[in-house]
């Protein structure tokens, strides 16, 4: 098994942080949510799953060998969206992202450089629920973890000895980059072990259209901040735009 991830407390400086993601792909990082907040998002979410039967179903997973996962509740946005808020808000969180995917870049228009920032946006929000009997995914590129993997080349195969697990203390967050070969642990715990149920909240890299999948009325509710992190306005560099407007300003979302 490789050696385990780094865990680097919240309150440490972000450098230091951004520094071990980078050597390997991927930290955890505890003391990610206040007790408060932990609580407040669990709440939240609990109603959701509630009437909802949760099973082991197949899904197929990245077009490799379907795997054994429960169900998921997707569209965090449209669900929780106050806790949603305040997590995206998070220092550390808007410091991880600005850092690895606002890409600074210039072009020319004409003889003038322009220079530009391509920003990033939210994308796919979800809760996954870790029942008893729940099985592995596949390795493919949060729980699971190969760190370094995120340096190799196209042309080598993860083997699951590479992996090392990520256990973490509730509230603590699991990054990794998009190219770190990563999968969902499973759950051996008894059906009758009243710590059995492990329940993830995930924010992943653009899968899911979270403008689409939030109701309007919610959507008028969001600060502007995470309104322009949902995909409501153009990006800095002009792309998503609808008839060369804002889709903010197609939805009359002012209302």
Same mark, same amino acid.
């Given at each position: 098994m490789a050696p385990p991830l780094v865990t680097i407390d919240a309150a440490e400086p972000i450098e230091k942080i951004i520094e071990i993601i980078e050597k390997d792909g991927g930290v955890i990082i505890s003391n990610f949510l206040s007790p408060d907040l932990l609580k407040e998002t669990m709440d939240a979410i609990e109603p959701h799953f509630k009437g909802r039967k949760i099973t082991i179903q197949k899904l197929p997973t990245m077009n490799l060998v379907p795997s054994s996962f429960p169900r998921d509740l997707s569209s965090l946005l449209s669900k929780i969206p106050v806790q949603l808020t305040k997590i995206v808000r998070l220092s550390v969180? &808007?410091?991880?992202?600005? /850092?690895? #995917?606002?890409?600074?870049? =210039?072009? /020319?228009? *004409? +003889?003038? #450089?322009? @220079?530009? &920032?391509? *920003?990033?946006? #939210?994308?796919? %929000?979800? %809760?996954?629920?870790?029942?008893p009997g729940a099985k592995p995914q596949p390795l493919h590129r949060a729980t699971a973890v190969i760190p370094g993997s995120h340096l190799w080349g196209a042309d080598r195969a993860p083997k699951k000895e590479e992996c090392t697990y990520a256990e973490m203390e509730p509230g603590s967050a699991l990054f990794t980059l998009g190219s770190t070969y990563h999968g969902a642990g499973e759950n051996k715990c008894e059906h009758t072990d009243p710590e059995a149920l492990r329940t993830l909240i995930a924010v992943f890299a653009p899968d899911q259209d979270e403008v689409? =999948?939030? @109701?309007? +009325?919610?959507?008028?509710?969001? @600060?502007?901040d995470v309104l322009r992190l949902a995909g409501y306005y153009k990006a800095v560099s002009g792309v998503g735009y609808v008839q060369d407007q804002h889709p903010i300003e197609m939805m009359d979302i002012s209302q």
């Open positions: 969180w &808007k410091s991880i992202m600005a /850092h690895f #995917l606002n890409d600074e870049f =210039s072009f /020319h228009t *004409g +003889e003038t #450089l322009v @220079p530009q &920032k391509s *920003g990033y946006m #939210l994308a796919s %929000t979800a %809760t996954l629920r870790l029942i689409l =999948s939030t @109701p309007i +009325e919610i959507a008028r509710k969001l @600060p502007e």
